[in-house]
């Protein structure tokens, strides 16, 4: 008897038995707020928490004897294996007390995290639950699971998971609880990240972002809260992976699209890819705003004054044009970028100014007068001075 083979195109219906709950539906369309989304997850049964479905190279890897259960069965499995390892994570402690028994026996080699910094505490347990969890996989899987420890975070720890050669990220949170006694700014946590990478990964490119895979959605004091991602690995193109990372921040570009990242950490991206999913939020309140800016922004980049006014006198008084021109004034210079030459030579450097846009902002109203006829020749660094005589024209021969 031949056996189908699974492709990512023809995996069977029923691994998509976890796609179908209304909070999954609704984090796929829009980046919707978490306070409705906690709303949502409360309404549902705790078995519709587990959202998402396996890679396809681990559904590859499921027993293939005729009596091994169905690629539904098994998945379930697993979404209980892994809901019950985050559980005993959030009992285990993380942090190690130089005093411990442990840290004098040389058990935490295999657990430190990648900075070397500290180790996880108490060894033996963490041990003992990353091999009932290895145990737990095998059952499902031909091949060998492979778990290793990455990094505690935050707001949860990270473990990548490698099977069939596929390896994943694991992130495990801590509860509510601990959140809120961090202090932790609004956009991070389980639900935050959870609804977020769910969005980004149906909405962004695979350059972009990893791939969002499943979840167990914790609420209240749940203490079983997962997500499974791929997992990045930095290449050798290092210069490439930076200029798509500095793509999410609104402070480096006049256009920066519908979403943007508040948390600019390194670590936050591989390669240019989103890895960690708090702090995203929309730029733009609603894309009837952002398609405006978009129109709006490339008219002021090319240049083009006197369409530029034209565009805000038919749009002038709209919400939207409002929320365009709010993005707009950070982008021209806050009233300490325009104080002193020095400030203003630094602030066209770092937004990569040109002529062209300045005749824009001119044609908006931005008075830059007191810098056309300004001796440039005072101000420190060369590079901002060479901008500077580049915009206005005014290079002085000695």
Request: proline share 4%; charged share 30%.
């Amino acid at each position: 008897m031949k056996t189908m083979q699974i492709t990512p195109y023809n995996i069977p219906k029923a691994q998509n038995s976890f796609l179908g709950s209304k909070p999954y539906r609704d984090a796929r369309k829009n980046l919707v707020k978490e306070s409705r989304f906690r709303y949502d997850i409360s309404q549902t049964e705790k078995e519709e928490r587990y959202v998402g479905s396996l890679p396809y190279e681990w559904i590859l890897k499921f027993k293939k004897d005729p009596k091994a259960p169905s690629i539904k069965e098994n998945t379930e499995k697993i979404y209980k294996a892994l809901g019950r390892f985050a559980k005993d994570s959030a009992q285990t402690p993380v942090k190690h007390a130089f005093g411990c028994k442990y840290y004098k026996t040389g058990l935490y080699d295999n657990l430190k995290d990648q900075r070397g910094a500290h180790y996880l505490e108490p060894a033996g347990r963490w041990s003992e639950n990353i091999k009932r969890l290895q145990e737990s996989l095998n059952e499902v899987f031909e091949d060998d699971c492979e778990i290793q420890y990455i990094d505690d975070q935050s707001f949860g720890i990270v473990f990548r998971i490698t099977i069939g050669g596929k390896p994943c990220a694991l992130k495990v949170f801590y509860t509510d609880r601990e959140k809120e006694a961090q202090k932790a700014p609004v956009g991070h946590g389980a639900l935050h990240e959870i609804k977020n990478a769910i969005y980004s990964s149906n909405t962004l490119k695979p350059t972009q972002t990893s791939r969002f895979y499943c979840a167990k959605i914790p609420i209240g004091p749940e203490t079983d809260g997962f997500m499974l991602t791929s997992f990045e690995q930095n290449s050798n193109n290092n210069m490439q992976g930076e200029k798509q990372r500095q793509e999410w921040f609104a402070q480096d570009g006049l256009y920066w699209g519908r979403l943007t990242f508040y948390d600019a950490h390194e670590n936050n991206f591989i390669d240019g890819k989103l890895i960690d999913f708090g702090a995203v939020g929309y730029t733009f309140s609603s894309p009837k705003a952002q398609k405006m800016a978009k129109e709006f922004f490339t008219l002021i980049s090319r240049g083009e004054a006197e369409k530029v006014a034209e565009f805000r006198q038919k749009h002038e008084g709209e919400a939207e044009f409002e929320e365009c021109m709010a993005h707009l004034r950070e982008y021209m210079g806050e009233e300490e970028d325009l104080a002193t030459l020095e400030n203003f030579a630094e602030h066209c450097y770092l937004r990569k100014l040109a002529k062209k846009i300045i005749a824009s902002f001119k044609a908006l109203g931005a008075d830059y007068s007191k810098f056309e006829n300004a001796d440039f020749s005072e101000i420190e660094i060369e590079k901002h001075r060479r901008k500077l005589e580049e915009i206005f024209n005014n290079k002085k021969e000695f």
